[in-house]
C-alpha cells in the first residue's frame, strides 16, 4: 500500500528514538481512486516528521487509513501537544509553535503551510485535535473521485491504469501487491 510504504520511510527514525510507530487500515476502498501521489507523499512526510519530532522517546505514532467516497489518513501522535491558542496558527507559513522553538530540531515553519496549499490543490483538506502534553491528531481528508477535478488539471492519460495518478484501490491493499508505474518507482 502507497500510504504504508511512506510510512516505512519513518521505522528506522523511530526505531532509533524507541517510538512505536504503527499503521492501521480502518477500511479499504472498493472502487478507483485518482489523485497525485507526490501530493500524497509529501503530506504524510510532513507530518511524519512533525510527529516524530514532537513524539518523546518511548511514545506512539498512529497511522490510519481510511476509504469511503473521500480518503482519510490520519497521523496521531503522543507528543508535547499543541496549546489550543496556537492551533489555528500552525498552518500559516513560517510559523512556529513555542514548543517548536525551544527544539533541538526546529523547523523552518512551512511544513504546514505546504501540506495545507498541497492539500487545497488536490481539493482536499486538513484538520487537528491537539492536547498539550497528551499528543495531536492530524485528519487528511482527500477526494479521490476524477469527476471533481476540471479537464485542464489531470494529466494527459491520467485514465490509463498504468498511470500514477490512477491506481485500483484493491491493488493498495498489502495482500494484493502493488501497481506498477511507467515513469516513477514502485507504489
Not at 492519460?157 to 506498477?180: F, Q, S, T, Y
Request: with cysteine; glycine share 6%; proline share 4%.
Amino acid at each position: 500500500m502507497f500510504v504504508r510504504q511512506v510510512v516505512q520511510m519513518f521505522s528506522s527514525a523511530a526505531e532509533q528514538r524507541e517510538i512505536d510507530l504503527s499503521f492501521v487500515v480502518v477500511t479499504e476502498l472498493e472502487k478507483e481512486a485518482y489523485f497525485d501521489p507526490d501530493v500524497v507523499e509529501k503530506v504524510i512526510y510532513n507530518l511524519l516528521s512533525n510527529a516524530l519530532k514532537f513524539t518523546p522517546e518511548g511514545g506512539q505514532i498512529i497511522v490510519s487509513f481510511e476509504g469511503a467516497s473521500d480518503v482519510f489518513i490520519r497521523v496521531s501522535d503522543t507528543g508535547c501537544g499543541i496549546p489550543a491558542e496556537q492551533v489555528p496558527n500552525i498552518f500559516d507559513r513560517f510559523y512556529q509553535n513555542e514548543k517548536s522553538k525551544n527544539s533541538f530540531q526546529e523547523g523552518t515553519g512551512i511544513g504546514m503551510a505546504l501540506t495545507r496549499e498541497l492539500l487545497e490543490l488536490h481539493r482536499g483538506e486538513i484538520f487537528v485535535e491537539s492536547s498539550v502534553d497528551e499528543g495531536s491528531t492530524f485528519t487528511v481528508r482527500l477526494p479521490i473521485d476524477i469527476r471533481i477535478f476540471e479537464s485542464c488539471e489531470i494529466v494527459d492519460g491520467a485514465v490509463d491504469k498504468e498511470i500514477d495518478a490512477h491506481i485500483d484501490m484493491n491493488e493498495l491493499i498489502p495482500e494484493k501487491g502493488m501497481p506498477r508505474s511507467r515513469s516513477g518507482p514502485r507504489w
